[in-house]
């Protein structure tokens, strides 16, 4: 079950992808490709990670297990949009020209907070692996809370880059604090029934089994 | 003199008046922010326009100029279907797709202010002011792309001696429409409608500054500013402001929208000057549409490149201060 699960979200996450390959050789990428294919590696870098985050939660509403089995996927892709949006800047847009770079992401504040947000995701998804859970111990979890970080920083990328009309950017933020409501009220919660200890702990444990059933069904 | 005839649209073109009411109720039900918001969805799925058809229209009798003839012009489907025009929503295409509730005809400019007596103008006479001429211009925007456009119209000076202003006339302020009706963009207060823009006498007067009526040797389609929009080549492209209603002389600077919506960003002047950075992103190269996805950006020139003709308006002048 949780096999088909996890093929059917892979071959989904590439959808935006292959829609992109799709559109640039069929000439359909508009008037300004460059722009499309870079605001478009952009646009799902950020539902990749706002899906990722929103796994947790479907979790604790639903009180299903799999939205933790496909969470890493998720992650992983988020870091492969990620990649692909710095890549398509770089290259297409900068044609790998260092300085301008360089001097892009010191003076200019939008592309410095997403530059952050991307240098946050490596040790992420380096660390994404069974081995490093396992290796890492309650120090995973940790480092891992620096999603939530990179989730505000990705919505400042987006929100500071748009010239007036922030509906869009909006949007996302909403969507991103809602998904981080639902845990602060959800540990509130919890907080409050087990009294004085934090729960901090009993999450770890429930986040690490899941993460190592995660591996044991594999893709 | 070259007499442009006025197009005259078939009534088989007039959307019936049932079926605007019904769009108007559809575009009120949805809330035009959901439509929108659901723009964010529609990156997989292509979205369904609302826009009337619109036919394009010849112009009959237009002269030629040498202006911008070793340019190569961007292509009609991108100078029309890739626009800023946020009275027809703030997405590129969004003009495109909306720009068929704008009725550009009747339309009738008034022209007030420090002038002898304010005046009214149909399109008709204002068609008829000047002989029309073709000018192929490069159009720097703002946001780092740019274009080569061939327009069709005449100087401003033309109508600036037609509309005879006073010695107290020190700047010319511009109005678009207001009409949430048939731009639906307005329902949204994106800016502070009706979009104004402005510029000082000498600018307003010299000959690069054009009145423009068409485009690519036909009349003006709508998401281009139709019936009558500026042009003002060494300026950054919002100064080109569309669907002209009014013409205002004064003899106080006028506060533009994009200045009233963010005056640390975008002020009076605007002059193309890929020295002087946004705040928040380079101005120093361009992507020229058309390109292609694997092409380089250009190198923006100072006053985009018009620095010969009209590098003497500004001497004196920090062009950091006066940006």
Redesign the interface.
């Known amino acids: 079950m949780i096999k088909k699960v996890k093929i059917t979200v892979f071959i989904l996450a590439l959808?935006?992808l292959l829609?992109l390959l799709w559109l640039?050789s069929a000439n359909g990428?508009?008037?300004?490709?460059?722009?499309f294919?870079i605001r478009?590696l952009g646009?799902?870098t950020l539902v990749m990670l706002l899906m990722t985050l929103a796994m947790t939660p479907l979790r604790l509403l639903a009180n299903v297990s799999w939205p933790i089995q496909i969470r890493r996927m998720l992650g992983l892709f988020t870091f492969f949009y990620a990649c692909l949006h710095l890549l398509a800047y770089a290259g297409?847009?900068?044609?790998f020209d260092w300085i301008?770079i360089s001097?892009?992401i010191v003076?200019?504040?939008?592309v410095l907070v997403g530059f952050s947000a991307f240098l946050l995701l490596i040790p992420l998804a380096i660390t994404s692996s069974n081995a490093m859970i396992k290796r890492l111990g309650y120090h995973w979890k940790t480092l891992h809370r620096a999603i939530y970080l990179i989730g505000v920083l990705a919505v400042v990328h987006y929100w500071?880059?748009v010239?007036?009309?922030i509906?869009?950017p909006l949007?996302y933020a909403m969507v991103l604090v809602f998904l981080l409501g639902i845990r602060i009220a959800h540990q509130k919660r919890s907080r409050a029934r087990v009294g004085t200890l934090p729960d901090a702990p009993v999450a770890v444990t429930t986040d690490l089994q899941h993460a190592v059933a995660n591996n044991i069904n594999g893709l | 003199m070259a007499r442009p005839t006025i197009p005259h649209i078939p009534s088989s073109e007039i959307t019936p008046r049932t079926v605007y009411d019904g769009r108007r109720d559809f575009l009120k039900a949805a809330g035009f922010g959901l439509v929108s918001g659901a723009a964010i969805m529609s990156g997989l799925l292509p979205s369904a326009s609302h826009a009337a058809q619109i036919t394009r229209q010849k112009i009959e009798r237009f002269g030629k100029t040498p202006y911008g003839q070793e340019e190569t012009l961007t292509l009609y489907e991108d100078v029309t279907t890739y626009n800023n025009f946020y009275e027809f929503g703030t997405g590129k295409s969004d003009p495109a797709a909306n720009a068929g509730l704008l009725k550009p005809h009747p339309w009738t400019v008034s022209i007030e202010g420090q002038i002898k007596k304010p005046k009214t103008i149909t399109i008709e006479e204002l068609l008829r002011l000047a002989p029309l001429e073709e000018r192929i211009y490069r159009m720097r925007c703002v946001e780092g792309w740019s274009m080569v456009i061939p327009w069709v119209g005449f100087p401003l000076a033309e109508l600036i001696k037609w509309a005879e202003p006073t010695g107290n006339a020190k700047f010319v302020e511009f109005v678009t429409l207001n009409n949430p009706m048939m731009m639906p963009g307005q329902n949204l207060a994106v800016l502070d409608w009706p979009y104004t823009e402005g510029l000082r006498m000498d600018e307003a007067m010299h000959l690069l500054t054009l009145l423009a009526v068409g485009l690519y040797g036909e009349v003006l389609p709508n998401q281009n500013g139709a019936p009558v929009r500026l042009v003002v080549p060494w300026k950054y492209g919002f100064k080109g402001i569309k669907s002209i209603v009014k013409i205002r002389f004064t003899e106080q600077m006028p506060v533009s929208a994009w200045m009233k919506a963010n005056s640390r960003e975008y002020g009076f002047y605007s002059n193309v000057n890929p020295a002087v950075d946004h705040p928040r992103w380079s101005q120093a190269t361009e992507r020229r549409i058309g390109d292609g996805l694997f092409a380089r950006r250009r190198k923006t020139l100072m006053f985009n490149g018009y620095a010969e003709q009209v590098g003497q308006l500004y001497t004196g002048m920090d062009l950091r201060k006066y940006f």
């Open positions: 959808i935006p829609r640039a990428l508009g008037a300004n490709p460059v722009e294919v478009s646009t799902w297409l847009d900068q044609w301008a001097k892009d003076k200019h504040p939008y500071w880059l010239k007036k009309d509906r869009e949007l």
